[in-house]
């Protein structure tokens, strides 16, 4: 299932497809600000998107256009306003930024769809976005991925992109993807947009399946501080340029282009979890023997999610106990005495109870992690086993450091 | 509803109970780690304890008792170790330690009720634990509430009692309570105990109820960090010593001993969140204007738990985005154009858009809270309206500081 590999380009790496990441004006601090990916035919479109009940005006446009059709062939994206707690300001704002751009690219406002990370309650900067448009659309290139991917940045102290590459019948099979991530923002809300671009030639129904299964199995199990965003989204676009044949039914090339778009996406959502604010190394917890899949990524979460185990693995602590407390409080059920825990070789706990380990050597471990490098060395790998079935999940967190409190607490509204 | 006053004693507060809290030498820090609650009567008792699959053998003791008889007459308490990821050991430890006391105090072992908090996956203290107990029965005593309060404390910074006094047909009838909270112990977990005396005559299942509700609206409103412990649990024994006459029907006289029951248990439960670890302030979170009860406290626990919210306290920041956010991510629907957020008597969000307001006076809200004394002058409140119904529901919590990360991080198993 894993025969791709890594290229080059993000998300202009598919056939097709093109970027650009200007600045606008938009943030004071006179970084990139706007970004716009562009597919030079009209691609099939999926988008998952924040489940709170206070969302951006982006979120609800893109939820209408998405609802009357699956297809688009633009996504523009700003940062520096938020454009959520904006009232019908707000939305009209987002109906001009999206007819704006439409004219400029001579297509249909129906074809664009629209994010926003930044303040919220603040209206959007819109003479400078207005006349923005124009340049960024200019600057639209079949290498822009990198350009794309710096203009949605907050606070994220890296760019997050990833391109794999396929075969199918011997041709080239793309998706390249960008996100954001947990940076918080003036005033403070963890935003993570990610966008995916794909060459196949896929239906809507199949394209729609996988994207939400790969969300699930990536975005959705990714946590730093369980808050979720106004903003929050994932916007997938394929648009077939690749010239294969179009996969319209479940089947091994449907599983391999989904196998590929969901190494994309939990590439990208480690990417996230990695950057989280303060962290010094990405948490993989990974859940065996629940009674399905649903239920491993919930106690999985539930333990990349607890702060007491956030900041067990900062201490550089093997702490067991706040694993094991985390798994029993999940919502899962399961025998305490089949329950066995290892961080990374070190197995800490079995048939419920604790087992003698290296302690040193353990401690160790999580200090090797912390000083990795830019995922790879840098991951603690957590193993729980509920002994109760088949069922397997995993999910992503960071440790919880001082510069957390200090990032969340010093920046001021 | 609040004609009663506030009283000394604890848990010795009511007629009829006595109590105790001695050194035995469970704890290495030799401070008081053995701990009784004695009615001179049979009570009848009722129990509410952790959903966590992964439970002390104290808990699963408690629960078979209560399964098979309503009734108790003694709780035992040891701080030291939690007794818990313990297997057969730990239950055989736990019985003998309640046979042990029976006979001491010369009742049946079904007439004990067990509770243990401390270091999990260690094996009791068990020659300290036995050698103990006649010296606990002989320190027994009318005034012993807070004594027994201290025994139950492991890195709580003070002890948490309460006893409130009302008269039924001129005749006083109290209720006493004590608790532990959510200090850290090593290897970690946050366990609260908490544990209610009254001498009001009540039938069982009148009484039962009550603490069930009381707990709801209390103990399982406060949130320091999300985590739930393998021991957590709140023992309410009622032995009708106030000679006052049987309550057995819902009525006046039983919403007035209720609303005596919550007040003690609120009092306990806010006491927890006001000494969690690092805390500098209590945060109240009242939400109004949701579909019903449950769906106010689930909001309201969400933004009491929310680590931006706790962050943005600890760094005196009026963020009403954060409120907001959460209040939108906590599963329960509403308008967000009806959303209303007051951060004391500061309006900081009407019909979902931000208003104006004096925001150094409300930074100097947050700040004068932190330099509050204990449970007086030092509650943060966080007022949300929902707009979208009737029910109103409270939460607690405290802010996220540096001192979180640091005690929860640097105490290595």
Request: aromatic residues 6%; charged residues 20%.
């Amino acid at each position: 299932m894993t025969d791709y590999k890594t290229i080059s380009g993000g998300v202009t790496a598919p056939n097709g497809f093109q970027a650009a990441g200007i600045v606008a004006g938009l943030k004071a601090s006179h970084q990139p600000d706007l970004s716009l990916i562009y597919s030079e035919s009209s691609a099939i479109a999926a988008g998952v998107f924040t489940t709170s009940q206070v969302r951006a005006a982006c979120v609800d446009y893109c939820r209408q256009q998405l609802e009357k059709q699956a297809s688009a062939q633009a996504i523009l994206c700003n940062s520096g306003q938020a454009n959520a707690a904006t009232g019908q300001q707000g939305w009209d704002d987002a109906v001009e930024t999206a007819q704006l751009l439409a004219q400029t690219l001579k297509i249909d406002p129906t074809s664009v769809l629209l994010a926003s990370t930044g303040v919220i309650g603040q209206r959007m900067a819109m003479p400078e976005f207005r006349a923005g448009i124009p340049p960024l659309v200019e600057a639209l290139s079949e290498t822009g991925g990198n350009a794309a991917a710096q203009a949605i940045l907050t606070t994220d102290l890296v760019t997050k992109t990833i391109a794999l590459e396929t075969t199918f019948d011997d041709r080239p099979v793309r998706i390249g993807g960008m996100a954001k991530g947990s940076g918080m923002i003036h005033p403070n809300m963890a935003t993570m947009l990610a966008f995916v671009t794909c060459d196949a030639a896929v239906s809507t129904s199949l394209w729609q399946e996988m994207v939400q299964r790969a969300a699930q199995r990536s975005f959705n199990q990714i946590t730093v501080d369980g808050d979720t965003s106004t903003n929050d989204c994932l916007l997938a676009l394929a648009n077939g340029q690749s010239r294969t044949p179009a996969i319209t039914e479940p089947g091994e090339k449907a599983e391999k282009l989904e196998a590929m778009l969901t190494a994309v996406c939990q590439h990208l959502a480690k990417a996230i979890a990695r950057d989280g604010e303060g962290a010094t190394c990405l948490i993989e917890v990974e859940v065996t023997g629940a009674p399905d899949e649903t239920a491993a990524q919930q106690v999985a979460k539930t333990i990349a999610g607890s702060s007491l185990v956030k900041s067990a693995i900062f201490g550089r602590d093997p702490n067991w106990g706040r694993i094991a407390a985390a798994a029993g409080r999940a919502g899962v059920p399961f025998e305490q005495e089949n329950l066995q825990v290892k961080l990374g070789n070190f197995l800490l706990l079995k048939d419920g109870q604790p087992v003698e380990f290296d302690r040193a050597a353990a401690s160790d471990y999580l200090q090797q992690a912390a000083k990795g490098t830019y995922l790879e060395a840098d991951t603690v790998t957590i193993t729980v086993d509920l002994g109760s079935g088949e069922g397997s999940g995993k999910a992503w967190g960071c440790d919880l450091s001082y510069d957390y409190v200090r990032i969340n607490a010093e920046y001021t509204t």
